[in-house]
């Protein structure tokens, strides 16, 4: 049977047009080194599955129009493992991933084959023993696919046959009532995520055609999509968040993200299992993501992940000190937390 193919959708052209290309840098860092050995066996196996997309070209059809078009993957071409040197700290080993996720942050992905590609990085660093990078096109993925890919990939690690559980606002379920609202969890969680990627188009726009004043966070000059960028992370506790929240009365994560995502910045936050997952057998101690491409100077990506908030920063090269801006994030928090614990109950 002739495999038909599947048309792009407008926000697809959009993402992946002349004057814009977005991304998705999705990393997760392991509590082991990576053993490379079964990459190209779950790639098939499990990855390419999951999303014909990940095994089709972006092209025209006869009458211009762009579709979808299936053909074979040579998964070497998507498969990267640099090579830094040896003997390093686990902190220069930090700037070299920190550098390198720069450089593929820039690098736009091949039109000739599917829009996505991996990078293994065997060289341990403060936060892991190995580091997996996952780059996909923004415009392969909604927010249900890409977490189709998450979760068809992954496993949680103390026992594989369990499902992943999500944070839920109501504690103290019965194990029965929390089974039988696993499905309502995951899917007001996949819910919560394609309302933030539904979100980010419209940010895209306004970027794009309601300019904003000049500030100390948007540079304002053409092409900033095109500048290099810096990413580092933060991490924060749920619990003090949590007690934060109850302090002020439950409005905080509410007001901070209506708040963002009116400034001249591009915000888009997950929400992530409880539970340590592991691909492949390889414990997974952190996550974090980032979106690439945009032409805003500033972009803070937010998921949460066995207890932690995990907060990204990628910010424009020679404008805005991604590393300032986290510290800021740190002190900002521990002053919050300070005047909360101060506060009359």
Known sequence: ??????????????????????????????????????????????????NPRFSSLMVRDENGVKQWKKVEVKLEDHVHVPIFPDGLSSESYVDYLQEYLSKIAMESLPQSRPLWEIHLIKYPTSNADGTLVFKLHHALVDGFSLMGALFSCLRRADNPSLPLTFPSSKQGMSSDSNRNSFFKKVTGFLSRFLNTTSDFPWSILKSSFVEDDRTPIRAGHEGVEFRPISISTVTFSLDQIKQIKDKLGGTTAQYVHSTLKNTSMVISNMIGPMEQMSLANHPIRGLYFMVVGSPQSLTVTIVSYMGQLRVAVGAEKGFIDDKMFTSCLENAFTRIKAAVCTMQP
Do not use: H, R, W
């Open 1 to 50: 049977m002739e495999e038909v193919d599947e048309p792009v959708s407008p926000t697809g052209q959009y993402l992946n047009s002349s004057v814009l290309s977005i991304s998705i840098l999705a990393t997760l860092e392991f509590d082991i080194p990576i053993d490379a050995s079964q990459t190209y066996f779950l790639l098939n196996t499990i990855f390419l599955p999951i």
